[in-house]
Structure formats: structure tokens, C-alpha cells
């Protein structure tokens, strides 16, 4: 009843009670039903004048709070900060503080080639390497040459057909012999080399036919 009761319409009714009470003696309604009418309209009168006072304490006690929960939330951020203060941090205690990351990162440098880059540059060759083993023939193709005479020919430095084929019968004897290899006749291995060396198979095929050993047949 007090949300829908103005202070004008309470003030209205309770104006109106003396005359009720007189019209309840010709209408035979008990006195004490008028008695608790007029009670209840001054309790009402009494709640609606005093709800504005109500509302402006609670607007203070909201004001008052509102004002305080900062006040106290600045005080328990001090009172952690004193904490904080109190920690013993060890050897980390004064350690500095990360440095701010530049604002332009560095220029990234290009790694280096896993490979080498010689350019026009001649590559020095190691001396006493022989160019000329890279180029080496193959003079097991020759009739009565194995690959251990073979051998022996590339360290007296004989490594071609070309060069086999303009040696002396007598001096490969000599390396021959220098080696330990004293029952071989070369006298045949410069013809047969010089045949390799300008390509004429054919021919030196005849000419092997014609021999044993690198000796020719009677």
C-alpha cells in the first residue's frame, strides 16, 4: 500500500475519518474497525514521509563506500608492495632489469657459401703431383705389358702412349732392370704405343697377333 498511497491521499483519508466515525454510529460498524483505520493511515503517513530520509542515508552509506574501496585498495597495494620489499631475493636481488628490445631489429649478415669460390683463379697445384697421371693411358693394352710393369712405367714418369712410344727399348731395359724385372723384352712396346696413341686399333691388333710377350715369333 505505501507504493501506490501518496502523502495527499493519506492526508485526505485522515480528514475524512471524523466523519466516518460519526457515519459508523448510523450505519452500526464497530468503533474499534474505525480505531484500526485510523492507526493503519497514520503508520502509512508515517512510512511515506519518511522514505525520502531513508533514500538519501542509503546514498550517503553508497557514497561513503564508494569513496572508501579506493582509499583501501591503495592500502593493501602498499602493504603488498612492503611485502614485496621484504623478500629476499638472493643472488637475483640485484640483478638489472632486462634492456628494451631496440626498435629496429639488426640487419641479418648472409652466411657463408659451404663452398669454396676459387673464380678465375688458377688453383695452385701441390708440388710433386704429377698433372699428367690424371691423363695417364692404359698400358695393359700393350702386348707384354701387365699392371706391375705398368706401374714401374708411371714412376720413371711414363704415363702416355705418346711418351712410351718415343722411349728407347734400351732404356726401359734400364728402368726395367732398376725395378728387379730383368727377363721382359720392350723392344716391341714403342711401335705398339705409337699405333695406340694415333688410335689405329686394327693395326695394332695385326701387330699383337704377331707377337708373345711383347716379343716377335719366329
Given amino acids: 500500500m505505501s507504493m501506490i498511497l501518496s502523502p495527499n491521499l493519506v492526508q485526505a483519508l485522515a480528514y475524512q475519518l471524523p466523519s466516518a466515525l460519526t457515519q459508523q454510529e448510523k450505519s452500526g460498524i464497530p468503533m474499534w474497525f474505525w480505531g484500526l483505520m485510523g492507526v493503519t493511515l497514520i503508520i ?21 563506500l564508494a569513496t572508501s574501496a579506493p582509499a583501501k585498495t591503495n592500502r593493501q597495494g602498499t602493504a603488498l608492495e612492503l611485502e614485496d620489499d621484504k623478500i629476499d631475493y638472493g643472488p637475483y636481488a640485484n640483478e638489472p632489469e632486462p634492456a628494451e628490445p631496440s626498435e629496429a631489429p639488426p640487419e641479418l649478415q648472409a652466411a657463408p657459401s659451404p663452398f669454396l669460390d676459387f673464380g678465375d683463379e688458377d688453383i695452385p697445384v701441390q708440388q710433386g703431383f704429377d698433372m ?23 714412376q720413371a714418369d711414363i704415363h702416355t702412349f705418346k711418351q712410351l712410344s718415343n722411349e728407347d727399348p734400351e732404356g726401359l731395359l734400364v728402368a726395367l732392370a732398376t725395378a728387379g724385372i730383368f727377363m721382359t723384352d720392350p723392344s716391341s712396346w714403342p711401335e705398339q704405343a705409337r699405333l695406340a696413341a694415333a688410335g689405329q686399333w686394327d693395326e695394332l691388333k695385326r701387330l699383337q697377333d704377331s707377337l708373345k710377350g711383347g716379343q716377335q715369333l719366329s
Fill in 132 to 154: 699428367d697421371f690424371l691423363n695417364a693411358d692404359d698400358f695393359t693394352l700393350i702386348e707384354g705389358i701387365g699392371p706391375k710393369i705398368a706401374k714401374i712405367l708411371n
Fill in 44 to 64: 502509512l503517513f508515517w512510512m511515506l514521509f519518511n522514505r525520502p530520509k531513508e533514500k538519501e542515508g542509503d546514498e550517503l552509506e553508497e557514497g561513503r
